[in-house]
Nanobody, 115 residues
Framework: QVQLVESGGGLVQAGESLTLSCAAS????????MGWYRQAPGKQRELVAT???????NYADSVKGRITISRNNAKNTVYLQMNSLKPEDTAVYYC?????????WGRGTQLTVSS
């Protein structure tokens, strides 16, 4: 089993910055990629950013230039630095990882951006 635990969500005002963290534990040998998805009320879950072990990064168009994903492989942790937050960034943010055994999700952390 793989456990992903997110932290760092909360309530912020538009224009502010926030960093989310996600720590992976358990049977995590061979992590190939980690990243973040989000789901706003009434919408489908969507990709925010992912990063492979090789350093390949993929960002959603809606967050390019405002969000930076990074990883600490020694700590099996992935971070999401978010700047210039907008009300439309309000969502539950889910940590995601892909290993040879499969795909795993965290329980999510709520981010609310007030206008």
């Amino acid at each position: 089993q793989v456990q992903l635990v997110e932290s760092g969500g909360g309530l912020v005002q538009a224009g502010e910055s926030l960093t989310l963290s996600c720590a992976a534990s358990g049977n995590i040998f061979g992590i190939a990629a980690m990243g973040w998805y989000r789901q706003a009320p009434g919408k489908q879950r969507e990709l925010v950013a992912t990063m492979t072990n090789g350093g390949t990064i993929n960002y959603a168009d809606s967050v390019k230039g405002r969000i930076t994903i990074s990883r600490n492989n020694a700590k099996n942790t992935v971070y999401l630095q978010m700047n210039s937050l907008k009300p439309e960034d309000t969502a539950v943010y889910y940590c995601w990882t892909y290993i040879p055994l499969g795909t795993y999700w965290g329980r999510g952390t709520q981010l609310t951006v007030s206008s």
